[in-house]
């Protein structure tokens, strides 16, 4: 029986699982047999799988948004809008065989977007180009999802359980489990907060499935069965998502409002133009860009060409971008703007910037 019988297998006894409390234990053995034959699948496409012509595409620019859907729902079309990049439209499916890069110009940075043939249903199972789709997607800052407005919300969970089975996750935070495995001594099992969703006996049962006998486990949050499943593993990526229903003007009103409302989603229509400005304000936001303009003693600040880091971004990350001799030669420096309490304010390594601050920079 081959990897793909076996997942099979495991997700049709799962469905016909009641979920109770009497079967979480065997639910969560379920979840790491499904998880570990899903790792080995990914495994075994890395090492075997010839590598996808076209798909090793350089990463440049300030930030990488993958354009994911399934065929003929705009992809191409949005990137030649969005960007100075010619990609091949038709009515008909599967136009683009492989992954073509563009360029976004907004707000001073550079932002690469990538459009990747479509994938379909099964994908993660390899039909298709779905592993080289997704494996372009696992190097990404941010993925968009071009969904046909008229197909409701059927696309947007297929293609969500396409990236999950993969080791995705989307528009979510790692789990704060601590988990570090142990020579000797058992399983030592403690949380900071009550757990509704997980206890020493079930993690017991899903450490087993990976062979481990010895480790030390922490939770600090009200995590179940699969946060403990990714933490074990380690290969997960976790990125931010943003859904664009595309062909809006082919429905009503009341259904691109709908739409619009749900999370991370907005509406727009590739053919009329409409909605875009509010796409790239979305993108912006999602990849939590800041730009630092620098300034030299006696001189207006250089505002032609900023410093592009993401949020949380200090003094040190500025100096580093600029030029690694930075850092070690940097004294001081002088802000100006959000991050500051008064300006200029002198700082350190240390601070933090914000979204369009103005840096001079002192050496010793």
């Known amino acids: 029986m081959g990897i793909l019988d076996k997942i099979k297998d495991i997700e049709a006894e799962m469905a016909r699982t009641q979920k109770n409390k009497a079967t979480e234990g065997h639910l969560g053995i379920l979840k790491a047999k499904l ?6 699948l990914i495994a075994q496409s890395e090492s075997k799988g010839p590598k996808g012509e076209g798909f090793e595409v350089t990463k440049c620019g300030h930030a990488r948004v993958v354009m994911i859907g399934f065929p003929s729902v705009g992809k191409s079309t949005l990137l030649s809008k969005l ?5 091949e439209t038709a009515s008909y499916e599967f136009t683009t065989l492989t992954c073509i890069p563009g360029n976004i110009e907004y707000r001073d940075a550079k932002i690469q977007l990538l459009d990747v043939p479509g994938i379909i249903e099964g994908a993660a199972g390899g039909t298709g180009r779905g592993k080289q789709v997704i494996a372009t997607a696992r190097t990404a800052d941010l993925v968009l999802f071009m969904l046909d407005v008229t197909k409701g919300d059927k696309q947007r969970e297929l293609l969500e359980k396409e990236l999950t089975s993969c080791g995705i996750r989307l528009n979510c935070s790692p789990p704060d489990i601590t988990f570090k495995k142990k020579a000797a001594g058992g399983i030592s099992f403690n949380s900071t907060c009550k757990l509704t969703k997980m206890d020493a ?13 010895h480790a030390e486990v922490l939770f600090r949050g009200d995590y179940g069965s699969d946060d403990l499943i990714d933490t074990v593993l380690g290969n997960r990526v976790y990125l931010r998502a943003l859904y664009c229903y595309n062909k809006c003007d082919l429905v009503s009103i009341e259904e691109c409002d709908r739409l619009a409302r749900r999370p991370n989603s907005l509406v727009a229509s590739c053919n009329m133009n409409l909605n875009f400005d509010t796409l790239l304000e979305k993108i912006w936001e999602y990849l939590a860009l800041v730009r630092v303009y620098t300034k030299k003693q006696g001189r207006m600040p250089d505002w032609n060409d900023p410093v592009v880091l993401r949020s949380g971004a200090t003094i040190k990350d500025v100096c580093a971008k600029i030029h690694r001799s930075l850092v070690d030669e940097f ?6 703007g959000a991050s500051t309490k008064h300006s200029p ?3 350190g390594f240390g601070h933090k910037v914000a979204d369009e601050d103005v840096v001079m920079i002192m050496k010793k």
Do not use: G, P
């Open 35 to 40: 998880a570990k034959y899903r790792n080995e």
């Open 83 to 87: 960007t100075k990049t010619e990609s």
């Open 201 to 213: 006996r079930l993690c017991q049962l899903i450490l087993k499935e990976y062979k481990i006998s």
């Open 331 to 336: 004294k001081s420096a002088l802000v100006w």
């Open 345 to 347: 304010q002198r700082a």
